[in-house]
């Protein structure tokens, strides 16, 4: 299949001789793989997020299933999420056969509504069925499932509202596993995402704030977690184990060493790749200033430091999202429909039985959606040029 030639790229990782420096000398070691670079690696998000454990994983998915492993969320438990996600955020509570208690979301943020995690919460704590059947999925509603965990999302580089969902999650002692996979480096009320659960999770996909390839990486407080998650990642060896011991049913979720070179480059400058994505999306900010019938993106003011991941607009009800992303796909420049809502993929209607109108903020978003070319790297003239075609695909 030929690839097309877009004039702007969707995205593009921000590599420099440095990292690629990192990454030569490390293929020149006898360490590809369980060497020091993972360490200096984790090291790294010790000194900057300042949790007691971090541990690299190879991608976020992994890192968010190994939580659901430590958190001991098993066949039936109950997770609250979000369905205006990336679907991984659920996806790996499927993989422990548990069960996705979905909330609406913020029609401003796209984050998930802590009042109603909170109600979802009280209604499932209380056992009655009725009050619980407004939140278990309709192929699910007859079951019995014990509420384990919440598992908010930083949509797009945003923090989640974190003071009601942890006054919820310690109210009915429920683990708090955050999804950071979008927001290293951002901030809610002062502190840094990835702080405001048992776990915060991050990866480092090439489009991500930093990038490894592939990669993730766990950070938690909390000791007895921290050692199983690391287990888990190395085929469940745990601490004293040979190389051919297996304490428990473990994964190679490992980080190589050629991944973990090129993440402590990149988090050597992540402060300056951070600041040149928020000049790229001031940039966009400005330029789309006038443009009839584009939303730019939300900031709480609880949000005291936005990590830009992805620059989505959302486009007046009067125009069809996905006709406008296929006029400018044609015109060049590509575009993507971020999120569509995770109730809805095939295989959730299939198994859960969910149905268009269940989460309507997440339904309306998910069609007025749009994700413009985003990077770093973008200079001010492909910033203009995405303007002027948008504002022309939106006037014809
Ligand atoms: C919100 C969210 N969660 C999880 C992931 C999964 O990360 P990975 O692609 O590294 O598995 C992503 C990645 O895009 C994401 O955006």
Redesign the pocket.
């Known amino acids: 299949m030929a690839v097309k030639k877009y004039l702007v790229p969707m995205s593009s990782p921000d590599i420099n001789e440095d990292d690629q420096q990192a990454v030569l000398e490390t293929l020149q070691t006898n360490y590809l793989s369980i060497g020091p670079k993972i360490q200096t690696f984790e090291r790294s998000f010790l000194d900057f997020t300042g949790a007691a454990h971090a541990i690299g994983v190879n ?6 299933h190994l939580c659901v492993r430590a958190a001991d969320i098993t066949q039936g438990d109950l997770v609250i999420t979000t369905p205006f ?2 679907v ?2 659920t996806n790996v509570v499927l993989f422990e056969h548990a069960v996705p208690v979905f909330v609406d979301v913020d029609p401003g943020t796209g984050n998930i509504d802590p009042l109603q995690v909170k109600q979802a919460a009280a209604d499932i704590a209380s056992n009655d069925p009725g009050k619980m059947r407004k939140w278990l999925p309709r192929k699910y509603a007859n079951k019995n499932g014990s509420l384990k965990a919440i598992l908010p ?3 797009f580089g945003q923090p989640a509202d974190y003071d009601l969902l942890q006054e919820t999650s310690a109210q009915y002692g429920l683990t708090l596993i955050e ?1 950071s ?2 927001a290293l480096g951002a901030e809610y009320k002062h502190k840094k995402a990835g702080r405001f659960g048992d776990f915060g ?1 991050f ?3 090439p ?2 704030q930093i990038t490894t390839g ?3 990486l766990v950070i938690t407080d909390n000791d007895s977690y921290a050692n199983i998650v690391r287990a888990l990642r190395n085929q469940g060896r745990a601490p004293g184990d040979t190389w051919l011991q297996h304490t428990y049913l473990g994964y190679n979720y490992r980080l190589d060493e050629l991944s973990a070179a090129l993440g402590v480059s990149q988090m050597k400058r992540m402060n300056k790749l951070l600041e040149k994505r928020r000049r790229v999306a001031n940039l966009y900010n400005t330029k789309l200033g006038d443009i009839h019938g584009v939303e730019k993106p939300f900031i709480s003011p609880n949000t005291t430091k936005m990590s830009w ?1 992805v620059y989505v607009i959302r486009l007046d009800e009067r125009f069809d999202r996905d006709k406008i992303a296929e006029k400018l796909d044609i015109a060049g420049i590509p575009v993507r429909p971020y999120f569509l809502p995770i109730h809805l993929q095939p295989y959730m209607v299939n198994q859960f039985g969910y149905q268009p109108g269940d989460y309507p903020i997440t339904e309306d978003l998910g069609r007025r959606s749009l994700a413009l070319p985003f990077s770093g790297k973008m200079t001010e003239s492909q910033v203009d040029l995405v303007c002027q075609e948008l504002s022309k695909c939106l006037r014809d």
Not at 59 to 64: E, I, P, V, Y
């Open positions: 991608s976020g998915t992994a890192g968010l996600s990336f991984s955020s999302v930083d949509v999804d996979c979008e999770v990866a480092f996909y489009n991500k592939e990669g993730g991941f």
